[in-house]
C-alpha cells in the first residue's frame, strides 16, 4: 500500500513537472505548436478557380465591382449584392436573415475570405465565387430579377466593358423583356419559347456577370487581428507581446485549442475547417433547406453553374470537389457550413439564420451540447465554468481585424 | 503498482498537454494491414507527404493475395470518418485506375482537421470480399 502512494505520488510530480514546462511563459509547446497555426501570416494566397478565366483579369475585377453595388440588378431598383453585404459592416448586414426584395432564411454570411471555401453558402450549394453570386439575383427574396432582364442591363449600362472582359453579347432584340427558368409562371412560359440556344446565351451572360463579380470578391481579405500581434510576438520572444491579451482572454484561447476542443473544426489562420457539422442549432426555415448540406449536396450537383457545367471554365478532372462530392450518410443532415472566426464579435447575431444573439450564448451552447433536431449533433457536453463560457466569448473578441477589399481602405 | 501507473497516466492525459482529444493510447497506426477475413494484405502511401489538412489527394493502394501474389482487376471502395467525431470523410474518394502490380491509385481523399482518422477498404477480388481499416493520425 506504502509502495502503491509512493509511486502516485512519483506519478503526480511527474505529470505536473511535464505539464509546467512550458516553451515560453503561458504556452506548452504543444500549445505553441496549435498557436502557430492560426496565424494570419500562415495563410497562403488563394488558389486561382479554374472555373473562372476572367477572374485575374483587371477589367474583370473593375466590372464586378461596379456590378457589386449596382442596385440596377434586382426587380424593385433597390438592392444590390453590397445592400446586404455592406462594406461598411464588414460586407454582411448583422440581421438575422437577410432582407432583399422580401425575407431570406439563412444568415448573410461575410464576404471576406471566401476565396478559399471549396463550397460557399452555408449549405455549400454552390461550388465557386462566381455560382454563388448569381443565385442570389435569381431567388425572389433577394435581388429577385430574372436572367433575361440581367442580360439587358449588361447590354444598356455595361456594353463596353462587358464585351471588353467576354466578348460580344447576344442579340437579344427579338426576345421578350423577361424570362427566366427560376422566375414566375409567365417568365419561366417565355424563357421556354426562347429555344435552347438562346437561353445558353442569356444563361452564359449570367454567368459571367457572376465571374466578374467573384473577380472584384475574390481581394476581399481580412487584416491582421490582436490575437496575430499576440502570436507573432511570443513566437518572436517579445516581452512586449503578453500584454497584447487578457489573463482572462488568454484563458479562453487555452480552453479553445484545448480542453474545448473548438480548433478541431475552427482550425488554420481562417478558423475553419470549411466542412459541414451538426451542431444541434435549432432548424429554421422550410423543408428541405432546413436539411443543410443534405440539400445543398442535392442542389449543387442539379446546379448548371456548378464546376462541371457548361458555363465552367474548368476541365473536368479539375473538378475534384465535385467528382469526388460526399453525397450520402447521416451526416449531411442538418449540417452547416463552419464559418471563419475572423472578426465574429463584430457580426452578431450567430448561427446559419442568426438563432443565438451573443457570443456567451453561442459558447454556452457548446458546453450544454443539445440533441438536434435533425439529423444527430457531433457536440459532446463540456465541464466548463461560468467563467469559462466568459473567458472563451471573450477571447473570440481577440479575432477582430480589419477587412480590405482590394484598393479600398480597410473597413472595421 | 500497475494501478499507481495507470492513474499516473490518466492524470497526465487529463492535464491536457496535447490540447485536442487525443487517439486511444496505443492505437496501431500501421500501413500494411491483413484484412479482416486474412483474404488480402493491403498497403496505403499517400501521393505525397506530409499530408495537408483540407487538400484533396491521392493515396495508392497495394494488394497481395493471401500467397503473396499481387492481387490484380480488383474493385475497391473507400468509406472513413473520425470516430470520436461522429463524423465520415469529407468527400467520397474513389478508386479511379488501376497502376498494374496489384497497385490501385484512390483519387479525392482530404482530412479536414487533425486527429485520428479512419480509413476504410473494401476490397473486392477473385478471393471474395474483404475489409481493412486503417487508421492515420494526423498532427
Partial sequence: ???????????????????????????????????????????????ADPSNRVEAMPQAIALGKQLFFDT????????????????????QDGRPVGQGAGTGIRRTMPV???????????????????????????????HGGNRLAYARIMQQHYR??????????????????????LGTPAQQAAWNAMGRDRQEQVSRVLANIGKA???????????????????????????????????????GLRIFIGAGRCVTCHNGPLLTDQHFHNTGIAPHGPMPQALGRRSGVAKLLADEFNCLGSFSDAAPEQCGELRFLATEGGTLDGAYKTPSLRNVALRPPYMHAGQIATLDEVVAHYRAAPAAKIGKSELEKLEFSAQDVKDLAAFLGTLSGPVYAGDQPPSR | ????????????????????????????????RVTLQQRYQVGIKPAAEPIVIGKMHAWEVSVKQASGQPLTGARILVDGGMPQHHHGLPTQPRMTRELGDGRYLVEGVKFS??????????IEGAQGVDDVTFNLVLP
Fill in chain 1, 1 to 47: 500500500m506504502k509502495r502503491f502512494s509512493l509511486g502516485l505520488v512519483a506519478m503526480l510530480v511527474v505529470g505536473i513537472a511535464t505539464a509546467t514546462t512550458f516553451s515560453w511563459r503561458d504556452w506548452s509547446k504543444e500549445e505553441m505548436a496549435i498557436l502557430a497555426t492560426l496565424r494570419l501570416s500562415q495563410l497562403q494566397a488563394p488558389e
Fill in chain 1, 72 to 91: 440596377k440588378l434586382s426587380a424593385n431598383g433597390k438592392v444590390a449584392c453590397a445592400s446586404c453585404h455592406d462594406p461598411r459592416q464588414q460586407f
Fill in chain 1, 112 to 142: 471576406a475570405g471566401a476565396a478559399y471555401s471549396p463550397f460557399l453558402f452555408w449549405d455549400g450549394r454552390k461550388d465557386s465565387l462566381w455560382a454563388q453570386a448569381i443565385g442570389p439575383l435569381e431567388d425572389a427574396a433577394e
Fill in chain 1, 160 to 181: 463596353s466593358e462587358y464585351e471588353a472582359v467576354f466578348g460580344a453579347l447576344p442579340d437579344m432584340a427579338r426576345l421578350p423583356s423577361d424570362a427566366s427558368p
Fill in chain 1, 213 to 251: 463579380i467573384a473577380a472584384y470578391e475574390k481581394a476581399v481579405r481580412f487584416g491582421d487581428s490582436r490575437l496575430d500581434r499576440y502570436i507573432e510576438g511570443i513566437i518572436a520572444n517579445d516581452g512586449k507581446a503578453d500584454q497584447l491579451l487578457t489573463a482572462s482572454e488568454k484563458n
Fill in chain 2, 1 to 32: 503498482m500497475f494501478r499507481a501507473l495507470l492513474i499516473g497516466l490518466v492524470f497526465l492525459s487529463t492535464l491536457g498537454l496535447g490540447g485536442c482529444m487525443s487517439p486511444p493510447v496505443g492505437l496501431d497506426v500501421a500501413r500494411e
Fill in chain 2, 113 to 122: 482537421m487533425s486527429g485520428w482518422w479512419e480509413f476504410k477498404l473494401k
